[in-house]
Nanobody, 125 residues
Framework: VQLQASGGGSVQAGGSLRLSCAAS????????MGWFRQAPGKEREFVTA????????YYADSVKGRFTISGDNAKNTVYLQLNNLKPEDTAVYYC???????????????????WGKGTLVTVSS
């Protein structure tokens, strides 16, 4: 399975962007998809995830109410709508997928074993 993300760019604070990520290959084995991000000089962090079975969604506290994850299970495509962007949202955003058991715990999402190339989101003040 390969992941292809798109939609990054530069925007002013308060603006919006929409990221997309499509999985190709043996996608029947994908059980959840999500987004992580890595800001300059910082570790990669969880942003949001969606579990195909049941449609449960999970968010980091820092993005709740501003970011929305959605997806098309049939197409194994996940979208991330980023609204009210802040300079601290500047990061490389990575799409991820889990082919096995995955779970949310204490503000993080575990079990992702596939990663796409990142897409850069830059928010200026």
């Amino acid at each position: 399975v390969q992941l292809q993300a798109s939609g990054g760019g530069s925007v002013q604070a308060g603006g919006s962007l929409r990221l997309s990520c499509a999985a190709s290959g043996r996608t029947l084995s994908v059980y959840s998809m999500g987004w992580f991000r890595q800001a300059p000089g910082k570790e990669r962090e969880f942003v949001t995830a969606i579990r195909w079975s049941g449609g449960s969604t999970y968010y980091a506290d820092s993005v709740k109410g501003r970011f929305t994850i959605s997806g098309d299970n049939a197409k194994n495509t996940v979208y991330l709508q980023l609204n009210n962007l802040k300079p601290e949202d500047t990061a490389v955003y990575y799409c991820a997928a889990a082919r096995g058991w995955s779970w949310y715990s204490s503000g993080n999402y575990y079990g992702m074993d596939l990663w796409g190339k990142g897409t850069l989101v830059t928010v200026s003040s």
